[in-house]
């Protein structure tokens, strides 16, 4: 098969896996959404095959974007034009129907089997130059789609931020699903409350309603954003090009709510202080020619809370501690931008 085909979607998974000599289901994945794994074999490479089922993964319902942001993003040609420091493992996309269970079906992706090169699944922090190089080259990507426009918005900003939200986990429990976060999410907001109540009074009702959030980050620059910078997601090649997987909540925001989320989700794996990697990736975006002075301040502090309206739930159900006070302060900074216009 060619190393990469075009950027069309094909008509179904036979086509995409066509020549197939070896297949088999991939257990012991690190992902917690739903998707179903394979390893293929092709050629003699091997290959993953992620399926993504609407009735299945709890992340495509979140989202939105029922066909699959990946799909919608490769045929977009937007994983075609990111930069040269990144390794993007997909090659092929097609649509998948789910068995009749629901009309918008999913999607598979085939990719290249990259897991050699995946940071581990441990509680040890990575190394600092690996650190980095994420944030160098997550400033690249950013850099890359500076000022991108519609095309770029596969999932909306709303989307995101509702993702983790309360709603998340009303719906899926009215449906059935089974998935543990949408069950620790519905656990997390209201102990937010008792835990931290600072904090609670700021963002538990964006969690509810993100728009005043949402409209103040419109108002600061924009690219396009991967959504889920998560070490699970990533890793290094040996050529020293990052590895990112999960394109499944991409599309037009605040290049720093990239950053918030990294700092967020990853914080007892991070070799270095959250001051001095924000300073890091602001570095690495003035190095891309990005001037920053005009606008930093003020979206670094409403991306700051946007994590936090993203990450409450999961800051709360370890308690109140150095953590939680750090990003309570944040929130609490950054509340009066939001009526301020």
């Not at 993504?52 to 034009?81: I, K, N, Y």
């Amino acid at each position: 098969m060619p190393d990469t085909l075009p950027p069309q979607v094909l008509a179904d998974v036979a086509e995409l896996v066509a020549g197939a000599t070896e297949r088999a289901e991939l257990a012991g994945a690190a992902g917690k959404s739903g998707a179903r794994l394979e390893r293929l074999v092709i050629d003699g490479q091997s290959y993953v095959l992620k399926h993504l089922d609407l009735a299945e993964d709890w992340t495509m319902r979140a989202s939105g974007c029922l066909r699959g942001a990946p799909l919608e993003a490769w045929e977009r040609g937007l994983l075609e034009r990111l930069p040269a420091c990144f390794n993007q493992p997909i090659v092929g996309v097609a649509r998948e129907e789910a068995g009749g269970r629901a009309p918008a079906g999913g999607c598979a992706l085939l990719m290249h089997d990259v897991s050699r090169w995946l940071v581990p699944v441990s509680d040890d922090p990575i190394t600092l130059d690996q650190h980095e190089r994420f944030l160098r080259h997550m400033a690249a990507l950013h850099a890359a789609f500076w000022a991108c426009g519609d095309d770029c918005d596969v999932v909306p900003v709303m989307h995101r931020y509702l993702e983790l939200s309360p709603w998340l986990a009303a719906a899926e429990a009215a449906v059935g699903s089974a998935h543990l976060v949408p069950r620790l999410v519905g656990e997390g907001w209201p102990r937010l409350a008792a835990v931290a109540p600072a904090a609670a009074a700021v963002v538990t009702p964006l969690a509810q309603d993100p728009g005043p959030l949402v409209a103040a980050l419109a108002a600061t620059p924009q690219t396009f954003v991967h959504g889920n910078w998560k070490l699970d997601n990533l890793g290094t090649d040996d050529s020293g090009r990052t590895v990112l997987l999960d394109w499944e909540q991409p599309g037009r925001g605040a290049p720093l709510s990239d950053l918030a989320w990294y700092l967020a989700i990853n914080c007892r794996r991070l070799p270095q202080g959250k001051d001095d990697a924000i300073a890091s990736y602001r570095a690495a975006l003035e190095e891309q020619g990005i001037r920053t002075e005009p606008w930093w301040d003020r979206q670094l502090a409403l991306c700051l809370l946007g994590a936090l309206v993203q990450f409450g739930w999961e800051k709360a159900l370890g308690g109140y501690d150095e953590e939680l006070a750090w990003w309570e302060a944040r929130a609490v900074e950054a509340a009066p931008l939001l009526k301020s216009g």
